[in-house]
Nanobody, 124 residues
């Protein structure tokens, strides 16, 4: 699976941003998809995951209520809508795909395929 993330940029606190991740290769509907990030000087952090049909979604507490993950299987694309952005959201954002079960989708080590990342900077 090849993953191409886009949509990052420089925004102000309180702004919104929508990230996209286009997939190719393995049939998109076979993959559980996730968004993760690595902030400056921080460990890689799980943000959100969505199962193959979109019926199950999970978020880390830090972004619950602010970020929304969704997918369009016909377009082989997963999205991350980010609202009320904070300076601490500044990070390199990755989309990733995994096989297997959804129950371990919050573990970054379980992802088999990774995109190159898109930078999000939140600053006034």
């Amino acid at each position: 699976v090849q993953l191409q993330a886009s949509g990052g940029g420089l925004v102000q606190p309180g702004d919104s941003l929508r990230l996209s991740c286009a997939a190719s290769g393995r049939p998109f509907g076979h993959n559980i998809m996730g968004w993760l990030r690595r902030g400056p000087g921080k460990e890689r952090e799980f943000l959100a995951a969505i199962d193959r049909t979109g019926g199950r979604i999970t978020y880390t507490n830090d972004v619950k209520g602010r970020f929304t993950i969704s997918r369009n299987n016909a377009k082989a694309t997963v999205y991350l809508e980010m609202n009320s952005l904070k300076p601490e959201d500044t990070a390199l954002y990755y989309c990733a795909a995994k096989t297997g079960f959804f129950d371990d989708a919050s573990r970054s080590s379980e992802y088999n395929y990774w995109g190159q990342g898109t930078q999000v900077t939140v600053s006034s």
